[in-house]
């Protein structure tokens, strides 16, 4: 099977180096609208921020944190939930509120943060990252909704990167997972009711592409994984690849000219259609790369054609509800 190959359109600079980073995380926030992390403003700062584009105006809104965050999610009361260093907490953007929600994450060892997650029928599923990228010590949680208990599913990742679950007809789920150095997608069963995943099974083994796996998302119909490979190394480009599931081939593949370390993809709607949105990065960069990269750290995005009804991304990327 031949690989579709086209280049992702730039259309959003961050306009500050301290944005530009290490953006990461876009999740849809309704028509037009849609949130972004930049999860940390430089590579001696401690903290980073939650952002808010708006497509039609072209503006946007920059909301600091007090650490650096992993993930953020819409809630349905127009707050965020944010994975923030070592605590997942709600953030308010209208007064910077923070109220806690989830404490003691990795509490076990030392040198990690919270790095990728998803929300799936209210429950919170997200990983950790070990700050030196070396050391088998991140944690892949559960946060279950139905007794808002924190339950370690793995201790011995090492930077736990993108997530996607899919419904089971045995009634668990499958949640495919990227530990970023195994340059693996792995499957595991996991029975939320019981807290517990299984050995897993490989699912895509991504050995031979260049660059590392970091956030990753699925086709609407739920075949094929879309995953951004971030490139350390000199390159004209940077590469997210969509992956069949069932054959583990590559079947397309989006290129981010002018900045070769893509980082994260993810569906929102712009113009009343749906589209594909990705994060890069300027993280790592010496300065030769640099000036060969004059597009790292900005969005890219690229339209499918395909009419948005409103309800398609909500029902895929949901608001988590927040605890009364």
């Known amino acids: 099977m031949s690989v579709i190959v086209e280049q992702a359109e730039l259309f959003f600079d961050p306009g500050s180096e301290s944005l530009r980073f290490l953006p990461e995380g876009p999740y849809p926030l309704g028509s037009d609208r849609f949130s972004w992390v930049a999860i940390q403003h430089g590579a001696e700062a401690s903290v980073g921020s939650l952002n808010i584009y708006d497509a039609k105006s072209g503006v946007n809104q920059s909301y600091a944190l007090a650490g650096r965050p992993g993930f953020a999610f819409p809630t349905d009361r127009g707050n965020f939930v944010v994975g923030c260093e070592r605590s997942v907490g709600i953030f308010s953007p209208m007064d910077g509120s923070w109220r806690p929600l989830i404490d003691g994450v990795d509490s076990h060892v030392q040198g990690t943060i919270i790095n990728d997650g998803l929300v799936w029928d ?44 899919l419904p089971r007809e ?23 009711a019981a807290g517990t995943i299984d050995e897993g099974r490989l699912v895509v083994d991504l050995k031979d592409e260049l660059g590392v796996p970091d956030g990753m998302t699925m086709t609407l119909d739920g075949k094929s994984l879309i995953i951004s490979l971030y490139n350390p190394d000199q390159a004209a480009f940077g590469r997210t690849i969509q992956v069949g599931i069932t054959s583990g081939m590559l079947e397309r593949e989006w290129q981010t000219v002018g900045s070769p370390q893509a980082t994260c993809p993810q569906w929102v709607e712009i113009g009343g259609q749906l589209v594909l949105v990705i994060t890069t990065a300027v993280e790592h960069m010496a300065s030769d790369r640099r000036v060969g990269a004059p597009n790292a750290g900005c969005l890219y995005r690229c339209i499918t054609g395909v009419l948005s009804n409103g309800s398609i991304l909500r029902d895929f990327l949901p608001v988590f509800d927040e605890p009364i």
């Open 122 to 165: 209210g429950n919170l599923i997200f990983g950790t990252k070990d700050l030196e990228f070396k050391t088998k010590k991140a944690g892949l949680y559960l946060w279950r909704r139905s007794d808002r208990k924190l339950i370690l599913l793995r201790s011995d990742q090492i930077c736990s990167n993108g997530k996607v679950v």
């Open 170 to 192: 045995d009634g668990a789920v499958d949640l495919l997972d990227i530990d970023s150095p195994t340059r693996k997608v792995v499957a595991y069963r996991l029975d939320i």
